[in-house]
């Protein structure tokens, strides 16, 4: 389900792009959406592993930042609707009491449970991004404070990521391989002006198939929810 849902917000911008090119006498060829995009998102993990009372939480603030250019692609002589495509660069950090241990080539998982000195475990993880999104807005050449809505895909290359684990006299930190590279997932953006509303929900997990705490296998994916800022 999840793969026709992907492939429909792809196929759909392009193919109303392909029909809205056959008329553009009358476009402004100077008025364009090109933006600048930076954002700031809270990162709710779903799908945590192992079942209670030894479930796996999430603590502490995981946090998210994004930014990046968008070109705008008109789709109509009015400007109202048009196809972006981006490219970016986006920090993600997850904060959970499972604790990723480097051993030789191998990475295990452990829940950490009733230790006094704990204070964090985290997922750090570094993308270049792509967003390709269908766009609405009611703006033109001489107003830049507008509504718009914004739905598509982004898809992410994993580049770095890093666990780190610290305690009060001890800090643990290795570049982690067991994390998913190619990432995608679908995106909603919503507001007026600068300030809008960003949602991306991931469809695929943050760790490789097969990767296992206490024989349950680690499918954790992420939601992000938070504020995104246009700067034409």
Do not use: C
């Not at 060829?29 to 998102?41: K, S």
């Not at 230790?115 to 269908?134: G, N």
């Not at 001489?142 to 718009?148: G, L, P």
């Not at 006299?169 to 290795?174: A, C, G, P, Q, T």
Request: proline share 3%.
């Amino acid at each position: 389900m999840r793969q026709y849902v992907l492939w429909l917000l792809i196929i759909v911008p392009f193919s109303m792009f392909s029909q809205a090119k056959q008329d553009t006498t009358t476009v402004n060829p100077r008025y364009f959406e090109d933006q600048f995009y930076a954002g700031v998102t809270y990162n709710f993990i779903l799908n945590l592993p192992g079942e209670e009372p030894n479930k796996a939480n999430q603590r502490d603030f995981s946090y998210g930042l994004q930014v990046g250019f968008i070109k705008d692609i008109p789709l109509n002589n009015d400007r109202t609707f048009g196809v972006g495509l981006g490219l970016g660069l986006g920090l993600y950090t997850y904060y959970t009491n499972i604790r990723a241990i480097e051993n030789g080539n191998d990475i295990a998982y452990l829940l950490v449970q009733d230790v006094d000195d704990f204070k964090r475990s985290k997922l750090e993880t570094h993308l270049v991004e792509v967003p390709l999104e269908f766009r609405w807005r009611n703006s033109n050449p001489e107003i830049y404070s507008f509504w718009r809505i914004y739905a598509g895909v982004k898809f992410g290359y994993v580049f770095n990521a890093r666990s780190k684990y610290v305690l009060a006299d001890l800090k643990e930190s290795f570049q982690n391989t067991d994390v998913r590279n190619f990432q995608y997932g679908l995106t909603f953006n919503f507001g007026y002006h600068n300030f809008n509303m960003h949602a991306y929900y991931s469809l695929t997990g943050l760790f490789n198939n097969g990767v296992t705490l206490d024989e349950n296998n680690i499918e954790m994916s992420p939601l992000r929810i938070g504020l995104v800022f246009y700067v034409l």
